[in-house]
């Protein structure tokens, strides 16, 4: 591996703050914080980070105290991500902000609630969570004296937007939100991100893999039997098994968690090492201009994911008890857009205030705003405040 920069030693392909593209609207320089670190806090102190703890993650926050929200996520995601970070010398702050604020833009009830949306404002452009964080953190949060959004570095905002990798190329539809920043601000999506935005992505699938494992088996979604069919999962509750015979279900549990992160971690470190090697002299400039990701699992760790997954999405996203109750959401997301749009009157003032004029791609994505931006108890008082009957998310 090529020598470490005398940026506090980190590697040469690490983003240096100090050559950083900077902000849109140009700050001065915090005289304690670098530019990443106040990105990150920014985050935190959002409004929009606040009210992921009522978002739903696949629980909807009522059917107990145990289950991942948006908020606990994104936390989750933010401490794997910076083990990772610290692990290939890069920088934590940036790594940490893009954890912070991948899923700013969820609307209420989490995957549900971005169908919901999406055909709603279909005509309009669409719905497309990705998006919407980053309209959240340019456009929607409105707190400080100079500007609108939080006016994160172009590195955050890069992470943000291309963290799946790049947005241009054969077959792919660039949301327009995404399309009108990057007309004033260009995010060049074409390219690959920073290796710290890519190491948040995956930490993100990390994370999520290994906390549905234990929300679904909370939930009695399946059994420690059924896990022993997936490869990965097997793996280690024979391991499991053979020292600790006697071990209670929710230690079990947790141990097969702990586990599984541990085995991820591992692989991605180690085929993210061979990728950096593979670019000969590896930079920041390379990692961008890579003909792939940088930061990856393994192939044979990236079959046996494919094997979790699939498993997770028939035996948790599409338990007929998930399935009902997104189904009644969507249902509540659908008709509190319907009534928003055809009745102005029943927004709160200040945002009946900003619908503007009578331009209807305008007026949906204002609606859509308004929306994405509650959280679930909040679309459920909404709906029961405009509605005779509002179904029982149960």
Not at 38 to 54: E, G, M, P, Q
Not at 103 to 124: N, Q, S
Not at 288 to 308: E, G, H, I, N, P
């Amino acid at each position: 591996m090529a020598s470490l920069t005398s940026y506090e030693g980190l590697a040469p392909y690490a983003q240096d703050f100090r050559v950083s593209r900077g902000r849109r609207l140009a700050e001065e320089p915090n005289p304690i914080r670098r530019p990443y670190a106040r990105d990150r806090d920014r985050i935190l102190h959002s409004t929009a980070f606040r009210r992921l703890n009522h978002k739903t993650q696949v629980f909807i926050y009522h059917e107990g105290d145990h289950y991942r929200s948006r908020l606990t996520h994104s936390l989750e995601v933010s401490q794997i991500a910076r083990s990772i970070a610290r692990a290939l010398r890069v920088d934590e702050d940036l790594t940490e902000a893009v954890a912070l604020a991948h899923d700013l833009g969820h609307p209420p009830f989490g995957h549900a609630g971005e169908r919901a949306l999406d055909a709603a404002i279909a005509d309009a452009g669409g719905f497309d969570h990705n998006a919407q964080s980053l309209r959240v953190v340019t456009k929607l949060e409105r707190i400080y004296a100079d500007f609108d959004g939080l006016n994160l570095t172009w590195e955050t905002l890069e992470g943000l937007v291309k963290h799946n990798g790049p947005l241009r190329g054969e077959g792919t539809t660039i949301p327009e939100p995404i399309l009108d920043y990057c007309a004033m601000h260009d995010l060049e999506l074409d390219t690959h991100c920073s290796v710290e935005a890519q190491i948040a992505a995956l930490a993100d699938d990390i994370a999520y893999n290994a906390h549905d494992i234990d929300d679904g088996y909370r939930a009695g979604c399946f059994t420690f039997e059924d896990l022993s069919r997936i490869r990965l999962a097997d793996r280690y509750l024979n391991a499991l098994d053979g020292a600790y015979p006697e071990l209670d279900p929710a230690r079990r549990l947790y141990e097969l968690k702990r586990r599984l992160i541990t085995a991820m971690v591992n692989d991605l470190l180690e085929e993210t090492q061979r990728r950096l090697a593979a670019l000969g002299d590896p930079s920041v400039d390379s990692v961008r201009a890579a003909q792939r990701a940088t930061v990856a699992f393994s192939s044979a760790m990236q079959a046996d994911l494919k094997q979790l997954k699939d498993f997770l999405f028939e035996r948790v996203y599409r338990h007929p008890r998930v399935m009902r109750i997104m189904g009644g959401a969507e249902d509540i997301v659908v008709e509190l857009f319907n009534r928003y749009t055809r009745d102005r009157g029943a927004l709160p003032p200040e945002w009946r205030e900003a619908a503007g004029g009578d331009d209807p791609r305008a007026s949906a994505r204002h609606v859509a705003d308004f929306i994405a931006g509650q959280t679930d108890r909040y679309a459920i008082a909404e709906h029961r405040r405009l509605f005779d009957a509002t179904p029982d998310l149960r």
